[in-house]
């Protein structure tokens, strides 16, 4: 059975990251985090989950003024400016999700006295091993931008579904094969080809809430903390969920993070007003069950170096739209 996570948008005191009520129960001599000269674990996790969701909402809100840009591939084309501020989004939101893996590290470690203490601790391995499982797209990513001198460019493509007409965004890792400027071929081995922007985007959150709840058991086991109510008195984290449901859900050549982790979203009518973009196949305006679809235009955004003369075409070899179900 795949975790499930339910988030109030209503209540945003109280947050959905389990770790956030773990962390605030805990005793502050516990550990040695001030000996090694860390911050206190609550302080090193809300500055980190601080800095993921501001870019998550950031890159939301990038994506959301470009899908309701214009559903016309041509138009989209001049939109130059606004398609690189995606891309800075996207990666800045990828960096931000890999320095997350890096911090809830940081504060596991903070538990043990030495390397030698945190390495046999089978505790630790297991709060590991589930951020290991939910960080591999986010990995992969950065160390193909970080030492292939990779870089993010977009993949549109216009569709028409049960008489709508839409434009799907999605990115790919642009990579060297052979003299061939094309996608990655670290991507390509998984046959990720191309990825949809709004997955992206679920997967950094489903990969949070995951790790959160895995660090929240370690806690309980290890410090002999008690659960107690959340006194956090507000969750950005959640601010970042509803800049996400805003936006349409669909996949490309990449497994949808929903496919492994449920996510329960509920809202009063404020909250309602708050998730309602207006944007076809967000929360509030749901993709149609019809199977009518028709593909028309497609565009990819490389950029010269001055000297590539060969770029190969992309084109993910499916689409599916993710239902709220």
């Known amino acids: 059975m795949k975790p499930e996570f339910k988030i109030d948008v209503f209540d945003s005191s109280n947050s959905p990251l389990e770790a956030r009520t773990a962390l605030a129960a805990l005793d502050p001599q516990v550990g040695f985090h001030t000996s090694r000269n860390l911050r206190s674990p609550l302080g090193i996790y809300n500055i980190s989950l601080s800095r993921l969701s501001d870019k998550i909402i950031r890159c939301c809100d990038r994506l959301e003024r470009y899908?309701?840009?214009?559903?016309?591939?041509?138009?989209?084309?001049?939109?130059?400016?606004?398609?690189?501020?995606?891309?800075?989004?996207?990666?800045?939101?990828?960096?931000?999700?890999?320095?997350?893996?890096?911090?809830?590290?940081?504060?596991?470690?903070?538990?043990f006295q030495d390397s030698k203490a945190?390495?046999?601790?089978?505790?630790?391995?297991?709060?590991?091993?589930?951020?290991?499982?939910?960080?591999?797209?986010?990995?992969?990513?950065?160390?193909?931008?970080?030492?292939?001198?990779?870089?993010?460019?977009?993949?549109?493509?216009?569709?028409?579904?049960?008489?709508i007409d839409h434009c799907l965004h999605g990115y790919f890792i642009e990579g060297v094969n052979d003299g061939i400027v094309g996608p990655n071929m670290i991507f390509n081995s998984n046959n990720f080809h191309v990825i949809s922007t709004t997955s992206l985007i679920w997967e950094i959150i489903c990969f949070t809430l995951n790790s959160s709840r895995a660090l929240a058991k370690f806690i309980y086991?290890?410090?002999?903390?008690?659960?107690?109510?959340?006194?956090?008195?507000?969750?950005?984290?959640?601010?970042?969920?509803?800049?996400?449901?805003?936006?349409?859900?669909?996949?490309?050549?990449?497994?949808?993070?929903?496919?492994?982790?449920?996510?329960?979203?509920?809202?009063?009518?404020?909250?309602?007003?708050?998730l309602n973009s207006g944007i076809y196949g967000s929360l509030t305006y749901r993709?149609?069950?019809?199977?009518?679809?028709?593909?028309?235009?497609?565009?990819?955004?490389?950029?010269?170096?001055?000297?590539?003369?060969?770029?190969?075409?992309?084109?993910?070899?499916?689409?599916?739209?993710?239902?709220?179900?």
């Open 287 to 325: 993709w149609l069950k019809s199977v009518d679809m028709e593909f028309f235009g497609t565009s990819e955004n490389y950029e010269g170096d001055g000297v590539t003369k060969t770029f190969q075409i992309v084109n993910p070899k499916r689409l599916g739209l993710q239902h709220w179900d």
């Open 118 to 163: 945190y390495k046999s601790s089978d505790e630790a391995s297991q709060v590991e091993s589930v951020v290991k499982k939910h960080k591999t797209l986010i990995s992969a990513s950065i160390n193909a931008i970080k030492h292939h001198q990779a870089r993010i460019r977009l993949f549109s493509v216009k569709i028409r579904h049960a008489g």
């Open 67 to 111: 899908f309701k840009t214009s559903t016309m591939i041509d138009v989209l084309r001049k939109k130059v400016d606004l398609q690189q501020e995606v891309i800075d989004y996207i990666e800045l939101a990828l960096y931000a999700a890999a320095e997350h893996v890096d911090d809830i590290s940081l504060i596991v470690k903070g538990f």
């Open 221 to 274: 086991r290890y410090s002999g903390a008690t659960q107690k109510d959340n006194q956090a008195k507000e969750d950005i984290f959640t601010k970042a969920v509803v800049a996400a449901a805003r936006l349409p859900i669909y996949s490309f050549d990449e497994t949808h993070p929903f496919s492994t982790t449920r996510i329960i979203i509920s809202a009063d009518e404020h909250g309602h007003n708050l």
